[in-house]
């Protein structure tokens, strides 16, 4: 709420028909807390996707797969070298709000390693 009120932004919103349906959390890696242990804080320009919001009734409709696309487009269009995101696997029972795995080997992400035991961490690069 803080990062808000100061004006920061902190991600986008899928909108249908006049209303605000989902949320992807996308922003420069240093407007979060430390999101994995290996995290290089001296590198630059890289953009994180931290969580995602699709209401239940919404899901599997492909919103969060939309949300992706627009968060990538948006990190690069605002000056991101790399996306750096923390998904989990299907069948975790947790962390699923980091959003799926293989959404995000779909669109060409490469895994770099681990934060924690579920969270793969996983870059884009342009």
């Not at 919001?53 to 000056?79: E, K, M, T």
């Not at 709000?97 to 770099?112: C, L, P, Q, Y």
Request: proline fraction near 4%.
């Amino acid at each position: 709420m803080a990062l808000v009120e100061a004006g920061t932004p902190v991600g986008i919103l899928a909108h249908a028909e006049g209303k605000a349906v989902g949320w992807c959390s996308v922003a420069p890696r240093e407007t979060y807390r430390k999101l994995s242990r290996q995290q290089d804080d001296t590198e630059a320009g890289i953009w994180s996707i931290v969580c995602f919001y699709v209401p239940r009734a919404s899901r599997g409709g492909g919103l969060a797969s939309a949300l992706l696309d627009a968060a990538i487009d948006h990190a690069f269009a605002n000056g991101a070298r790399t996306i750096e995101a923390y998904p989990v696997d299907k069948a975790s029972p947790s962390y699923r709000f980091m959003g799926f795995r293989d959404m995000f080997v779909a669109r060409g992400f490469h895994e770099i390693g681990m934060a924690g035991l579920r969270r793969h961490v996983m870059r884009l690069e342009r």
